[in-house]
């Protein structure tokens, strides 16, 4: 009984508190603005020259590096762990539910790393490259601006079970969404505002289909408009085989980091489950209203966008570690 009440009022702190401000600090940060000011000072000038020819190239690469950064902040902190190889002698998170088939960029980031290490050999960190990469490409498309502080380091290790569990999975609803965000030191507005990052890039069938062939067709039966979008996403993704044909996230706009992503969730029309429990979850009073107001308002959306990316950013791994050669391998 007493366990009970704990378990319950631990729920509601999670939950209420997720709005304001997760219970546990996070650790003071270690990064600063002009880390690389003597020792590598074009080193940001290098790695948006990169990804700007990148991007142009193909705009894909914007959303690659952005969710590869997401993925190496949730598991061990933002230490470049998620670009490690398998070795003999370690197992590496690429093979992860959430990254395998699923994760790209790994050919680009070698491409910047290659660039930084001809100016300043063994100075900036792959986690950093990722870092400001990820600020770089969202610019290029469209989106806000916001100050990278660096000086991560790189980590010895990976953990392909923390890369299990904490990664968020397009299957799962809002609490345990939040709950996921809360462990990492970031609120359900951090979540809301970060998961925007949906305006740009892909999903593969793979993970709409449940949705499209599932609840997205309840949506689609009260609007005729939800009703040909549906049938598109039915032609993209037949219910057997195609899956990994993919489809945008936000079908307005898929290159432009814009809002109209929040758009598609107010119409009921995103395509993971886990976007649409943002707006129609029936716990998610809250989020549903921070769906709304980046809908109505692009700059606080870009404002709120910003401040989580940073904060996302900040969590570090508490292990340290060095500035590796290669991204794919600890040094020797
Ligand atoms: C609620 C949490 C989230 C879940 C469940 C989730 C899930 C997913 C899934 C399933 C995909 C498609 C992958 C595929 O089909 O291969 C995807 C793509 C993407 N995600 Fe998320 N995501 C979440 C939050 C985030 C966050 C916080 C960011 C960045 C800060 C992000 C950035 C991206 C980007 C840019 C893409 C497109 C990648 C591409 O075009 O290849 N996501 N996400």
Redesign the pocket.
Known sequence: MISYSRASVLVLAMVLGAFVGPLAAQDPSQLTLDYYAKNCPHAQEIIRAEVECAVRTNP?NA??L??LH?HDCFVQGCDGSVLLDDTATLIGEKQADQNVN?L?GFDLVDKIKQKLEAECPGVVSCADLLAIGARDGTVLLGGPYWDVPVGRLDSKTASLDLANSDI???S?GLIT?IAKFWSKGLSATD?VA??G??T?????C??IKDRIYGDFELTAKFNPSSELYLSKLKETCPAHGGDDNTSPMDYVSPYVFDNAYFEGLVQGEGV?Y?DQQMYSSLVGYQTADLVKQYWADPLLFFKHFSDSMVK?GNITNPEGGEVRKNCRFVNS
């Open positions: 894909r959303a690659l952005l969710r997401f699923s790209k968020p999975a397009p799962q969404l979540m970060l998961v990052s949906h740009i890039g892909v999903a593969r793979f993970n993971l886990s996302m």
